[in-house]
């Protein structure tokens, strides 16, 4: 009914879209084997992926009806109820079920995991060996402090680049940078001094998705068969590097080249991000570090979108060299991270019988050699 009342509805809408990316991506990666989590967070990947080219398709159809926005809206909302009908189905995870003392309810869960993967049960009587709650402090005590500092600035440096690209690129458009062509008709401001979009920039953001895919299934294989470091090393100084040569502006259709490589080195770099991260913390505090990281990097996303657009009425290579300035932090950043998680086993849970540990992701009990 009011402008501040749709405000309050968007933050709201905002909260739950930033906690529930976070806790999806948690719960995969806390559900799913060890060899598959990477292929995991890509299917998650492209669900994003599609999401997106949905809510362009949709706004492409109606925004220019009486009432657009509305049954924009009301579209949108579609998918979310099919949401809330499935998660009464979904399983708690084990792992937040044993550290909570609720063991009896975890077996339960795995007894169910094991019959609809077909699959024997793990034998052993699962005891907890930590219970604390994650608290904000945890995320920045020993032995995580540097960890946590590292994949927090991954997630500012990440999320900057990846929501200022897609601003950047329609006003190198816009500004004849590098000779480029505006190939699609840009937002205008109707009779009654609001900004609307045009057709062709929805197909446009549809491209913009679709080219994160690439670099999503490329970071993907990567990680999972190379290794989650030495993949963000390939992403962020390949990223550095593309987004370096935009300044050398040779020609248009290098300039191209360079952008479309920035889109796929970014998408790569976001994707190993939301692979590694929920690896790295024990379960006990995993999603509180992915919620405030998630969160602080959001910082990172608005001063992208903020700084490109203010800067690009100034001169478009003032917003380049700040995704210079952010690669720079970021490839400082990635030569002090010394962990590897590929194979992790995210193991919180050991068995009453002899030193035997269960990998209740294969399924299968191996012992020490004590």
Known sequence: ??????????AIVGFTIGGNYGCSIVYSQEVMPSTRRSWTMFILALYWTAGSIYECVVAFFVMDLEHGWRIQ???????????????????????????????????????RICA???????????YVEDTRSGEYTDIW??????????????????MFLVFGISMLIPDMM???????????????????????????????????A????????????TAENIGRRWTFVVAIYAGAASTVLLLFCLNSYLTYVELFACVIFYAAYNEVLWIYAPEYYATYMRATA????????????AAGTFLTTYLDEYDVTYSIYCFVFVEVVACVTVVFMQRETRGALLQDSRVNEGSAIVDQEQGQASYSAE
């Not at 062709?200 to 953001?205: P, Q, V």
């Not at 992915?290 to 996303?301: D, E, F, R, T, Y």
Request: proline share 5%; aromatic share 14%; hydrophobic share 45%.
């Open 1 to 10: 009914p009011t402008y501040y009342f749709f405000l309050v509805c968007r």
């Open 73 to 111: 809206i009301l579209l949108t909302a579609l998918p979310v109820a099919i949401v809330l009908v499935f998660m009464h189905f979904m399983d708690e995870s084990p792992r937040f079920l044993v550290i909570n003392n609720r063991k009896e309810e975890a077996v339960v869960v795995i007894e």
């Open 116 to 126: 609809q993967n077909g699959v024997p049960v793990p034998k052993g009587d699962i």
């Open 141 to 158: 005590a020993r032995p995580h402090t540097c960890g946590s500092i590292q994949i927090t600035i991954h997630f500012v440096c990440n």
């Open 174 to 208: 816009t500004y004849d940078y590098c000779d480029m062509e505006l190939w699609f008709d840009s937002t205008f401001v109707d009779r009654s001094g609001c900004l609307v979009y045009t057709k062709s920039e929805y197909l446009f953001l549809i491209i913009i």
């Open 210 to 221: 679709v080219m994160y895919m690439p670099g999503q299934l490329g970071a993907t294989f």
């Open 290 to 301: 992915i919620g405030v990281q998630n969160g602080i990097g959001k910082l990172g996303a």
